[in-house]
């Protein structure tokens, strides 16, 4: 194997690495931002200002790096997801398609939004409770954003899939799995049953 051969490869991984820290860092970034807008009841669509305020407390490590090519160095830290009319629009820029719930249970409001060619997010609230929908193009990874620590964890069977569910006494708030090369994964910000949690994953596609 050349030389030549074997530098462009390592530029290649990096390259790679860094858009998976990339999209690694604005999933929590978003996250950040919804736990914020939910704590100050601050309408998320319009406070762009606050948006970039938020996003220069976390700047992309490994992105400045000296032997780090120019056109990776140069990314600089946005808010990558794009708020989507419908799911359909949300399919076409991330794509892949979502199959998921219209409407769920008393959480009437849905909002949709994806990370191009990267991942697809649906949020049901009620107003002040919230269900997060996530679909990944990645096996590799946790997507569904939430880093609590919860007093029970439980791997289950659901289809055919193996599901890990995190909670407590009062339910279930997280559920992450992986099927056909995708990652999956609801957060619930109030605990829901493990009954609810497994009819939600099993029209989850």
Known sequence: MSRHYQTKHVEKEKIKENHQALLTAAVALN???D??????????????????????????YGCSSPNTSPSVRNI????????????????????????????????????????KDRLIEVVYSDGSRSLQVRKAATQTEDISGDYNRYSKTSSVLIQDTLVTLKGNDLGISTAIWAKECFSYAFTASSPVSQEFAAQLISNIH
């Open 35 to 60: 736990k914020a807008v939910t704590a100050f009841s601050i309408s998320r669509l319009p406070s762009l200002i606050f948006i970039l305020i938020v996003a220069g407390c976390f700047p992309l």
């Open 31 to 33: 996250d950040l931002i």
């Open 76 to 115: 600089q830290m946005v808010n990558p997801f794009i708020k989507a009319d419908s799911l359909q629009q949300a399919e076409e820029g991330a794509n892949f398609t979502l199959s998921c719930p219209d409407r769920l249970r008393e959480y009437h409001q849905v909002r949709i939004s994806y990370i």
